[in-house]
T-cell receptor, first 112, second 115 residues
Framework: DAGITQSPRHKVTETGTPVTLRCHQTENHRYMYWYRQDPGHGLRLIHYSYGVKDTDKGEVSDGYSVSRSKTEDFLLTLESATSSQTSVYFC???????????FGPGTRLLVL | GNSVTQMEGPVTLSEEAFLTINCTYTATGYPSLFWYVQYPGEGLQLLLKATKADDKGSNKGFEATYRKETTSFHLEKGSVQVSDSAVYFCALVPFEDTGRRALTFGSGTRLQVQP
């Protein structure tokens, strides 16, 4: 258990509304990631962070923004949700000593 | 770019059968290779990993060997159990990506084990 929690775990929202997902870690890891999981695609990187206020884009970043004001929290925001953003969202941290990523339990998002 | 290809699922086996899930990759240099497992309704758990050619990762009876010559990292288990039913993901982290070190995933292979 890498001490990662995600909230909410499930959310239903309507097209055009803003949505924020939260990832919280308790072990002071520097690197944090947001992925989305879709059938037939595995997981794809949305954004990542390499420190407080240091973030960068992944392969599928369009329509998403992130923020990291504290080491323990990494927020993913959908400014105006679309149906194509219906997905399962996973947060991950990287344990630098092991060079291995560990995942949170996921957030299932449905955009109607 | 980097990519991971896994065999299509679902794979359906009887209990105690031998399991192989094929995984091949495309990457420059020497990536690190991983297998993650996702049980129904849960997040991803690291199953095993290998960081250099000819390394063998193993855990819970599962094994995979890093084959540079065939760019493969096939997952094997000698005798599967019903509790092994899950989705298995092969993934890599490229060696050159010293900053981001993000995972590139295959599409996943669903394993169903019948009693």
């Amino acid at each position: 258990d890498a001490g990662i929690t995600q909230s909410p775990r499930h959310k239903v929202t309507e097209t055009g509304t803003p949505v924020t997902l939260r990832c919280h870690q308790t072990e002071n890891h520097r690197y944090m990631y947001w992925y989305r999981q879709d059938p037939g695609h595995g997981l794809r990187l949305i954004h990542y962070s390499y420190g407080v206020k240091d973030t960068d884009k992944g392969e599928v970043s369009d329509g998403y923004s992130v923020s990291r004001s504290k080491t323990e929290d990494f927020l993913l925001t959908l400014e105006s949700a679309t149906s194509s953003q219906t997905s399962v969202y996973f947060c991950a941290i990287k344990d630098r000593a092991q060079e291995t990523q560990y995942f949170g339990p996921g957030t299932r998002l449905l955009v109607l | 770019g980097n990519s991971v290809t896994q065999m299509e699922g679902p794979v359906t086996l009887s209990e105690e059968a031998f399991l192989t899930i094929n995984c091949t990759y495309t990457a420059t240099g020497y990536p690190s290779l991983f297998w993650y497992v996702q049980y129904p309704g849960e997040g991803l758990q690291l199953l095993l990993k290998a960081t250099k050619a000819d390394d063998k990762g193993s855990n819970k009876g599962f094994e995979a060997t890093y084959r540079k010559e065939t760019t493969s990292f096939h997952l094997e288990k000698g005798s599967v159990q019903v509790s092994d039913s899950a989705v298995y993901f092969c993934a890599l982290v490229p060696f050159e990506d010293t900053g981001r070190r993000a995972l590139t995933f295959g599409s996943g292979t669903r394993l169903q084990v019948q009693p």
